[in-house]
Nanobody
């Protein structure tokens, strides 16, 4: 019954910015990992950025210095601020939550399209 609601995707020009949001609801472990993955047409899904409850982060090398992941633990919401967007950032972005109740459980959002084009 865990649900993830994503928002913020859209069309933006190269060099522009977008901010993605993902709000999680339902039973999620106190310690968890929230993050963003993306998948471009014909390519495998890849990690973009993740953040733990404690604030530790990990970024794909391709987005370091441009994207910033953050979270609001009280709201169970994760954000992805995307700056200096490039055409190659075009993909469907998926929110992910790793919850640990008994064992690891992964939950995924439906995905939000990000298109970077002039």
């Amino acid at each position: 019954q865990v649900q993830l609601v994503e928002s913020g995707g859209g069309l933006v020009q190269p060099g522009g910015s977008l901010r993605l949001s993902c709000a999680a609801s339902g039973s999620i472990s106190r310690f968890n990992v929230m993050g963003w993955y993306r998948q471009a047409p014909g390519k495998q899904r890849e990690l973009v950025a993740v953040i733990t409850t404690g604030g530790n982060t990990n970024y794909a090398e391709s987005v370091k210095g441009r994207f910033t992941i953050s979270r609001d633990n009280a709201k169970n919401t994760v954000y992805l601020q995307m700056n200096s967007l490039k055409v190659e950032d075009t993909a469907v972005y998926y929110c992910n939550v790793e919850s640990y109740i008994g064992t690891r459980h992964d939950y995924w959002g439906q995905g939000t399209q990000v298109t970077v084009s002039s």
